[in-house]
């Protein structure tokens, strides 16, 4: 009971953050309707953009604190947000009139673009992230270690997307989203700047995909250029399950995906855990061909 | 497909051999992860290639030929080196090649070097299977079957473990390889294996496989993978309060180890090749060379890329030619010969027979602990 308990919480701090990248590759399948498959090299760059960054910010403000850990994570997402408003612009809006498959594969090439930028630049060898946070004695409850890091994932996830939800439903920039996410044309003939609302959107998203890529390095600190390909494609068929375009059918495929994964690692064998995560995936498409929760909201962004 | 490849080959290394004879130079083929997750492994195996090629030729080369070192990066990806390799041969007309770390690389240039009857000596590929491949692969390491009963003997015998999980890498074939062999020695001399869970090499996140472990109660954890995924390893199983120590093969032989892992890896063990701590006047002098010229401490894959340019160059000498067949049947003949990591006989099947060292984690440094003689 307690190693199930066990597998459970290391399942859920996994999955919350494919749930994190999983949001960025839904939100932009709302507004587009493409796959952004560059969103797990921004992952990537959001991991390296904290490891240049830790050690400035170190000067000024102490590291590991929480404080530090903050201000990294902020500076990281700010970055990335800029990155993934440039990627838009210079690869994507080009192309915004022409088939979604010429966007499609454009995206791939941003992707293997980013990978192998990041080894000519990072070096191809895995580098140790920094400590970020303090390390906190492990919480024993009964049987159970819970590490501080992991609490700090699920935490930060948590508070991640209670903000994206009050940004997509009470804000006006939200509202502006939605309506493009229904209908781009209307939007536009309402006054809506689309150019502005997509923009706003492969910010956010990179946002919070460079968020995970802080909490993934905080957890797992060993960085390296191909880091994302795995945790982005997991995300991706997190998004898809959940039900692409559907922002709570991220999140809920990402645990799902991270719950899955944990569980087959610990009680049948790692070899077949893509595997069965895969199976699941396709079990569920097979009874309800949307994901998990599309169609059901009328929110998609 | 196959057998276009060895029509393709041959039919471009003719050439290439015939103006090899003429050149004033020997051409050696390097192929080594320089970049990617066994980056340090390539680096340290190829400055210890680099660091004998130097040597050599400062003291005249061989045969009165200098040797010149081509060196190919397979950037630690499965799929390359069989490309480079073939391009040293082919294109570069070779006369040996040296390489990899890693068995499962290994295997893939194995295949065509045999093919093109071109000698291929691997630094410190543990895996059997590397020189089961042909009559023209060698090896200066010991073998993971050497290597897994020495850590079970001295996981039963000086640390006294009586339960022991195994965490393998599924993915490698030297982990696979070496895994076997620590369990069958371990249940051999009286222990139990009370675990076994699987990772695949770039798995970052190991608690589901270290829970189950856990939950097993095992007085140590053996993980028999690379130093990319122990350090993880380490932190994870400690941040789960699995206070257990780790033991583990030349895999975890890098100074990347320690950054990553970091306290983790306190008291734990690992046998490999060589130690820099070594007292005897061959290690120390090969260990200040090192030094002096890379500014950095060396370690196994050095000492083992300096080994096998050093038999190879041996081989030619007393072959007194480059031709492959010859330099082959001296490789074979190699007895006895005075490496840094040891006296290196080749045996039957190719593989060297030497001894192995256990070194302990200590403070963030490898300590030497003792050797193992064959």
């Keep these: 009971m307690t190693e199930l308990l066990q597998q459970l919480i290391n399942g859920l701090a996994f999955g919350s953050i494919l749930a994190l990248i999983a949001i960025g590759y839904t939100m932009v399948y709302g507004i587009l309707r493409f796959i952004n498959f560059a969103h797990g090299d921004i992952f990537m760059l959001g991991a390296f953009a904290g490891f240049y960054v830790a050690p400035k910010i170190a000067t000024v403000l102490p590291l590991p604190s929480i404080a530090g850990a903050l201000v990294v994570m902020g500076i990281s997402m700010a970055v990335c947000a800029a990155l993934g408003v440039l990627i838009e612009r210079l690869a994507y809006r080009p192309l915004r009139k022409r088939p979604k498959l010429t966007v499609l594969i454009t995206a791939i090439g941003v992707s293997l673009f980013l990978e192998y930028a990041g080894q000519f630049f ?9 400590d970020l ?27 991640l997307l209670v903000a994206l939800r009050f940004v997509v439903m009470k804000t006006k920039i939200g509202t502006a989203m939605r309506a493009v996410s229904f209908n781009p044309e209307a939007a536009a003939l309402m006054g809506v700047n689309t150019d502005v609302v997509i923009s706003f959107t492969f910010a956010l998203g990179s946002a919070l995909a460079a968020a995970a890529g802080i909490l993934w390095a905080i957890n797992y600190p060993s960085i390296d250029p191909l880091m994302g390909i795995l945790p982005g494609l997991k995300a991706f068929v997190a998004a898809v399950l959940g039900g692409i375009g559907n922002l709570p059918g991220a999140a809920l495929g990402g645990l799902i995906i991270g719950v899955t994964e944990t569980l087959v690692s610990g009680y049948i064998s790692s070899t077949y855990r893509d595997a069965i995560a895969f199976a699941v995936l396709i079990l569920i498409l097979l009874v309800k061909p949307s994901g998990l929760l599309g169609k059901k909201e009328i929110e998609k962004v | 497909m196959a057998l276009a490849g060895t029509v393709l080959l041959t039919g471009c290394n003719k050439p290439a051999a015939d103006a090899g004879a003429g050149s004033d130079t020997i051409k050696i083929g390097e192929f080594a992860s320089l970049t990617g997750s066994e980056a340090t492994f390539g680096q340290s195996s190829h400055h210890g290639t680099q660091l004998a090629v130097d040597e050599l030729n400062a003291s005249g080369g061989v045969l009165g030929k200098k040797i010149q070192l081509l060196t190919e990066d397979n950037q630690s990806q499965a799929g390359q080196s069989a490309t480079v390799v073939r391009k040293l041969i082919s294109s570069d007309g070779v006369v040996a090649i040296l390489g990899e770390v890693a068995s499962s690389r290994s295997l893939e240039a194995a295949p065509i070097c045999q093919q093109s009857k071109i000698p291929m000596i691997s630094p410190s590929s543990t895996n059997p299977k590397v020189t089961e491949t042909g009559d023209y692969i060698f090896r200066v390491c010991f073998i993971d079957p050497f290597q897994g009963t020495v850590m079970a003997n001295f996981a039963r015998q000086r640390l006294k473990l009586q339960n022991v999980a195994v965490l393998t890498d599924v993915k490698s074939d030297y982990s696979l390889g070496l895994a076997k062999f620590f369990k069958q020695g371990f249940t051999a001399a009286g222990g139990k294996i009370i675990a076994e869970q699987n990772y695949s090499g770039g798995d970052k996140d190991f608690n589901a496989q270290l829970t189950s472990i856990k939950a097993a109660n095992p007085d140590a954890i053996f993980v028999p993978g690379y130093y990319t995924e122990v350090g993880l390893i380490g932190l994870q199983s400690k941040q789960l309060g699995l206070n257990v120590p780790m033991l583990g093969g030349d895999g975890w032989e890098s100074t990347s180890l320690v950054p990553i892992g970091g306290a983790a890896l306190e008291g734990d063990y690992f046998s490999t090749h060589f130690s820099p701590q070594d007292t005897s006047p061959v ?48 490789l074979a003949a190699e007895k006895d010969f005075h490496g840094v990591t040891g006296n290196i006989t080749i045996d039957a099947s190719r593989n060297a027979s030497k001894p192995a060292v256990i070194l302990a984690i200590t403070n963030g440094v490898f300590q030497y602990v003792q050797t193992v003689a064959p």
């Design chain 2, 283 to 330: 290690v120390q002098g090969f260990a200040k060379k090192f030094l002096d010229k890379f500014h950095e401490s060396s370690d196994a894959m050095s000492a083992l890329g300096y080994d096998s340019v050093m038999i190879l160059a041996d081989a030619i000498k007393k072959a007194g030619t480059t031709d492959g067949a010859k330099v082959r049947d001296a």
């Design chain 1, 133 to 159: 946070l303090p390390v906190l004695p492990i919480t024993k409850i009964g049987g159970l270690s819970l590490n501080s890091n992991q609490i700090i994932v699920l935490a930060v996830t948590m508070i």
């Design chain 1, 122 to 130: 990072f070096g191809a060898a895995p580098k140790k992230f920094p």
